[in-house]
């Protein structure tokens, strides 16, 4: 009986993800930053502060950040009676999605560029070189009617079977460059091998 009863904790331990840590690979990398793993890290920039941090999603490695600027909340009405719509002076986001293959990935990265595409008038695009990461970069010029973010950047990149995607969505308020920042963001990412 006492065999059964360690077995079942045993199987209940294991079930529950308490098995062995994954191994730090990046000792190198400061606590305070945030990771993905072993295979991202990022400080939070200047002038935002952390509002979300998902180190995993879901099992298929989704991993998720986000950052807000401003001191206080807004809000708007929102559709439905009774809904509000909280929003911040800025935020942004990065989403990392692990993929089966680097085919994977660019399939997820085309899918979220269309996604843009629908919420926002896109600019030009263009090519942006940061921390050794190409990224297709565009402005976001202009949002959808009722969308409390009325510009903004975003940029998109391919990196060893990785989907990655960086948005800054900016309300009238912000008065910083878009893309200037979202660019020093992404030059401050590191990169696991």
Request: a negative charge.
């Given at each position: 009986?006492?065999?059964i009863?360690?077995?079942l904790?045993l199987?209940?331990?294991?079930l529950?993800?308490c098995?062995?840590?994954e191994?730090d690979?990046?000792p190198e990398?400061?606590?305070?930053w945030l990771?993905?793993g072993?295979?991202m890290a990022?400080?939070t920039?200047a002038d935002?502060?952390l509002?979300e941090?998902?180190?995993?999603l879901s099992?298929?490695?989704i991993?998720?950040?986000?950052?807000?600027?401003?001191?206080e909340p807004?809000?708007?009405?929102?559709e439905q009676?009774g809904?509000e719509?909280?929003?911040?002076?800025?935020?942004?986001f990065l989403?990392?999605?692990e993929?089966g293959s680097?085919?994977?990935?660019?399939?997820?990265v085309r899918d979220?560029e269309?996604?843009e595409?629908?919420?926002?008038t896109?600019?030009?695009?263009?090519?942006?070189?940061?921390a050794?990461?190409?990224?297709a970069s565009y402005?976001?010029?202009?949002?959808?009617?009722g969308n409390p973010?009325?510009?903004?950047?975003?940029a998109?990149?391919?990196?060893?079977?990785?989907?990655?995607?960086?948005?800054l969505?900016c309300?009238?308020d912000?008065a910083?460059?878009?893309?200037?920042i979202l660019?020093?963001?992404?030059n401050?990412?590191?990169?696991?091998e």
């Amino acid at each position: 009986m006492k065999r059964i009863w360690i077995g079942l904790l045993l199987l209940t331990l294991l079930l529950a993800g308490c098995g062995e840590p994954e191994a730090d690979l990046h000792p190198e990398w400061p606590e305070a930053w945030l990771r993905f793993g072993n295979l991202m890290a990022m400080e939070t920039p200047a002038d935002f502060t952390l509002g979300e941090y998902n180190d995993v999603l879901s099992p298929e490695g989704i991993w998720y950040v986000m950052f807000n600027c401003g001191d206080e909340p807004k809000t708007l009405p929102g559709e439905q009676e009774g809904e509000e719509i909280v929003y911040y002076d800025a935020q942004l986001f990065l989403v990392l999605k692990e993929c089966g293959s680097e085919a994977e990935a660019r399939a997820n990265v085309r899918d979220w560029e269309a996604r843009e595409g629908q919420n926002y008038t896109m600019g030009d695009r263009r090519e942006l070189d940061a921390a050794g990461q190409s990224f297709a970069s565009y402005p976001l010029l202009s949002g959808r009617e009722g969308n409390p973010y009325t510009h903004g950047a975003a940029a998109f990149a391919v990196r060893d079977g990785l989907a990655i995607s960086a948005e800054l969505l900016c309300s009238e308020d912000f008065a910083g460059d878009p893309q200037a920042i979202l660019e020093q963001f992404l030059n401050g990412i590191h990169y696991g091998e």
